[in-house]
DNA sequence: GTCTATAAATAGATAGAC
DNA sequence: GTCTATCTATTTATAGAC
């Protein structure tokens, strides 16, 4: 009964989840690079460099190989959330946030999904890890949200809802890549002048 | 003769361009509902009532109709800003523009293209009409940012270019459809809302 | 679990009659 | 130009041997 939670895994289960994450972190890289639709099974496969059918071992079907992906990474921003020093002011903890969300699109392992494919989002929905990793760090940021709008760091007049949404928004800002085919500023420049536009808006203060 | 430019056209030419503009209408609310890969040249055929080797006769290829519905908005974009009032500020006028692509997205009426796509960035590079007018736009824009950062009115430390592509990324906000889909504002609300963060950012002043 | 081979469905594009 | 019918390629997914 080594599947038990907190069990030791065996040798074999190992083995078994270091070839589903090197699956995982294949998909990844593909849905940041080409996005769902234009993904491919059989890319996936090639990139794994394992059969196709192989891969429906592992994993049902295409949506649940992007599921597994964006459990991934919100894991990833849950963990880096944590690792955020606690007496940072509030608005300092979002503007880390942020940096960390540009950093993780630049590098290009940050997936997009189409936002209205049904089926995709039945399976994101459907998934416990993705939705309690979410429920998380939305929770996180909304606490952080609050307290920086009631020291006055944050414009209090806008709905936490819609800062938050605001900051989800930058981890598939198009203007990224836009900068980025111009070849006029380097990663570091382009994450503070995202960030800039982002807390400081366009206006002159 | 009558395909000269500037001649008067032919009653059949114009049954020709009212049906290859009920076609084009089409194909805008496809791209905004579900973007393109999702899009089947199938829908669009059903969508305007005709028979999809009839859609082959007009346009060429799927891109090509993507390119056409682009172009339909590009030139809906210049004719827009040929309506704001000259004397307004230019500041004004660029959240005049963004005011617009937002009322756009929530009317479904913004295509939604991959960025990453290559065959579609050939047709639309290809397409002198989408270039041209894309220019115009860039050009006007350009100026009003120019002027806007001249009278201080606008943060004259962010690169022009990461202004135009901040207010480009407007067009394309995902933030929209979240707070629709909360339910809890009206459209006028999400407008200025979005307008604020656009240009005053989140922090306070 | 991994493989080869193939099914089943769908999409973009075309042939050819009218 | 419009239609029906079809082609061709691709894609998700599975069967069955090992």
Same mark, same amino acid.
């Given at each position: 009964?080594?599947?038990?939670?907190?069990?030791?895994?065996?040798?074999?289960?190992?083995?078994?989840?270091?070839?589903?994450?090197?699956?995982?972190?294949?998909?990844?890289? $593909?849905?940041?690079?080409?996005?769902?639709?234009?993904? +491919?099974?059989?890319?996936?496969?090639?990139?794994?460099?394992? &059969?196709?059918?192989?891969l429906y071992k592992h994993f049902p079907s295409k949506e649940d190989l992007a599921a597994a992906a964006m459990v991934r990474?919100?894991?990833? =921003?849950?963990?880096?959330?944590?690792?955020?020093?606690?007496?940072?002011?509030?608005?300092?903890?979002?503007?880390?946030?942020?940096?960390?969300?540009?950093?993780?699109?630049? &590098?290009?392992?940050?997936?997009?999904?189409?936002?209205?494919?049904?089926?995709?989002?039945? &399976?994101? +929905?459907?998934?416990?890890?993705?939705?309690?990793?979410?429920?998380?760090?939305?929770? /996180?940021?909304?606490?952080?949200?609050?307290?920086?709008? =009631?020291?006055?760091?944050?414009?209090?007049?806008?709905?936490?809802?819609?800062?938050?949404?605001?900051?989800?928004?930058?981890? /598939?800002?198009?203007?990224?890549?836009? $900068?980025? &085919?111009?070849?006029?500023?380097?990663?570091?420049?382009?994450?503070?002048?995202?960030?800039?536009? /982002?807390?400081?808006?366009?206006?002159?203060?």
């Open positions: 009964m080594n599947s038990v939670v907190g069990a030791k895994p065996s040798f074999k289960e190992q083995m078994l989840l270091a070839r589903e994450e090197a699956i995982v972190v294949a998909v990844n890289r $593909l849905l940041a690079e080409k996005g769902f639709d234009a993904m +491919t099974v059989d890319e996936v496969a090639a990139a794994v460099g394992i &059969a196709k059918a192989s990474v919100m894991r990833g =921003a849950r963990d880096f959330l944590d690792t955020i020093a606690p007496d940072l002011l509030p608005l300092e903890k979002l503007k880390a946030v942020v940096r960390w969300t540009i950093q993780v699109q630049l &590098a290009g392992e940050m997936p997009s999904l189409p936002s209205q494919n049904s089926s995709l989002r039945a &399976a994101l +929905t459907g998934s416990r890890a993705y939705v309690d990793a979410l429920m998380e760090i939305s929770d /996180c940021l909304g606490r952080w949200i609050e307290a920086a709008q =009631a020291s006055g760091a944050l414009n209090a007049r806008l709905p936490p809802i819609v800062v938050l949404y605001t900051l989800y928004a930058r981890g /598939c800002d198009p203007v990224l890549e836009f $900068l980025r &085919a111009g070849g006029q500023h380097s990663d570091d420049e382009i994450i503070e002048l995202v960030v800039s536009t /982002c807390f400081d808006g366009l206006n002159s203060r």
